[in-house]
């Protein structure tokens, strides 16, 4: 008997032409452009020649998904809904029954796994694909990978987080063969997260998922947009926060992290006199205080909460156009990144805890719905000209950074991403996680900052930050010092005086950002 399709589990699989114009859409929506600058990490201050960094900032694997504004309402379910725990609470009963009827069994690759293939393990791969509800189980299967078999290994690849190649190979065969108490304990992990997440979602949210690497725009109970996203490194991990947009800021300044200041920065100073030049960077003593002459400083003395480190807007500033902002106790934010082909990769941990948003100014034009007259061409139009602009945004969007590891859409699609920073089983559902290695059980994360961090041999350090807070600067010696009064070591413009537009406002000259 040939295999049939199980309308159960997920949707069709997208075709390529779809594909291509969701793209098309999005690309006249907000123009990509693809920069070589650094990494805002780690890589970021190792400054190389562009094609050496073009060469280092290739993702070592594909990225199994696409940015791309949603046409197809079958495909506009989101993640989180109010109605989450229920659907959860229905998967959970039906891999409950799974495992009571002694689970599924364990699949051996095969050159058979792919489109026009035949042979007895096509039939094992099928009976496998049924028990979980990728095809209907008619108590018989023939030896034919035909397209209806295709389609819904296709299915199962998306709803695991892999490339939706419809051939099985070592990623899929890993996937398939997670025994299915496993899956359940996911499952029960991700109920009480959904059930706390879904609390009072407004009609207009983001949600953020640390294990996917993506977030969705969602109007009305359907996704906008879904997004590329980088999050935070497993030694640098991204927080689980509930907040309201509150603002934005165009060309924003890049106050370094006391953390990357210490672990990049200085050393790459130290090696190049002229490092902070050539990526636009100021000292200052003090949020707030002079600027000065960082040839004065004896740097191989200098802790990295001594100065602050400003980078300047332009090409090479780690937050490039625009910067999200909410109230977080945990300092973070969403923005930009020169490095965009790094969304490509398939692993997207790069970052030091904030989150950089693929084709951020669709994600842009959609929080602001045209306040003020804002569009996407406005949008392009301020991000071109590198001049700092903050605004107000009135009437926000909820913003949720969410950690699933599991979740069900209202088809009854059930996802699995992996547990990237090792959380399933702690009983964590929000706060910020430590590094992986650091704590055990509800050690394992924080609902407050810490007053204190880790080294490297996770001994007691300095603070820990995310990609641009700023530390409590600590009046540490290192040596004499030299105030500039007037810049005498940046040939570089200092940015123009910030523009505050918002409620009540008209366009006019602000204050300085400090941020």
Same mark, same amino acid.
């Given at each position: 008997?040939?295999? =049939? ?23 006249? &929506? ?9 990494? @805002? ?38 993640? $989180? ?19 009571? &009827? ?17 042979? @007895? ?40 987080? $892999? ?15 997670? !025994? ?12 009480? =997260?959904?059930?706390?997440?879904? =609390? ?28 590329? %996203?980088?999050?935070?490194? !497993? ?30 920065? %200085? ?33 191989? =003395?200098? @802790? ?33 990144? !020169? ?45 071109? $000209? ?93 040596? @004499? ?32 950002? &400090?941020?």
């Amino acid at each position: 008997m040939r295999s =049939r399709e199980s309308g159960s589990i997920g949707s069709e699989a997208r075709s390529s032409t779809s594909l291509i114009s969701r793209r098309a859409a999005l690309l006249l &929506a907000g123009a990509m452009v693809v920069t070589l600058a650094a990494d @805002p990490a780690e890589a970021f201050f190792k400054r190389k020649e562009k094609a050496t960094q073009l060469k280092a900032n290739t993702p070592k694997t594909k990225a199994a998904t696409v940015t791309e504004v949603l046409e197809d309402e079958r495909e506009a379910a989101p993640m $989180l809904t109010v109605e989450s725990p229920y659907f959860m609470s229905r998967a959970i009963v039906r891999y409950e029954r799974i495992a009571a &009827a002694g689970g599924w069994p364990e699949i051996e690759p095969s050159k058979e796994f792919a489109k026009g293939g035949e042979g @007895p393990a096509v039939i094992a791969l099928k009976q496998r694909l049924a028990i979980e509800g990728y095809l209907l189980d008619e108590g018989q299967f023939d030896e034919a990978y035909d397209g209806i078999t295709e389609r819904a290994v296709v299915r199962f690849q998306r709803n695991h987080g $892999l490339q939706p190649t419809g051939k099985v190979g070592k990623s899929t065969i890993k996937e398939l063969n997670v !025994p299915v108490l496993v899956r359940l304990a996911t499952l029960r992990a991700n109920l009480t =997260r959904l059930e706390e997440y879904s =609390r009072d979602l407004a009609q207009r949210y983001l949600t953020v998922n640390i294990p996917a690497a993506q977030l969705e725009a969602v109007s009305d109970g359907a996704v906008y947009s879904r997004h590329n %996203i980088i999050a935070g490194k !497993p030694d640098r991990p991204s927080p689980v926060v509930s907040a309201k947009i509150s603002d934005l800021n165009f060309n924003p300044y890049w106050n370094a992290p006391a953390s990357i200041v210490a672990k990049d920065i %200085i050393p790459a100073l130290i090696k190049d006199p002229e490092h902070l030049q050539k990526l636009n960077i100021r000292v200052f003593d003090g949020v707030g205080g002079p600027e000065i002459d960082p040839a004065t400083v004896d740097w191989s =003395r200098t @802790p990295g909460d001594r100065y602050h480190f400003r980078q300047e807007p332009g090409e090479e500033n780690a937050m490039a156009s625009v910067k999200i902002n909410f109230p977080s106790p945990f300092g973070v934010y969403m923005h930009d990144t !020169p490095t965009k082909q790094l969304f490509d990769a398939g692993d997207r941990y790069f970052s030091s805890g904030c989150v950089r948003v693929d084709q951020i100014h669709v994600l842009v034009n959609w929080i602001l719905r045209g306040q003020d007259g804002w569009d996407i061409e406005r949008i392009r139009e301020v991000a071109d $000209l590198a001049e700092r602009l903050d605004v107000k945004v009135l009437d926000g969007p909820q913003v949720r950074w969410v950690y699933l590891t599991g979740w069900v859409t209202e088809d009854g699609s059930v996802n699995f991403r992996p547990d990237i920073y090792e959380l399933d089983g702690s009983g964590f559902v929000v706060g910020q996680p430590l590094p992986i290695g650091q704590g055990n059980g509800s050690e394992r994360w924080v609902t407050k900052p810490l007053p204190y961090g880790y080294d490297d041999q996770n001994n007691a350090a300095l603070p820990v930050e995310i990609d641009g807070d700023i530390e409590q600067q600590h009046a540490k010696s290192s040596g @004499p010092i030299k105030i500039i009064r007037k810049t005498n070591f940046n040939t570089r413009p200092a940015a123009p005086t910030t523009k505050v537009v918002g409620e009540n406002d008209t366009p006019g000259l602000g204050k300085q950002d &400090a941020n």
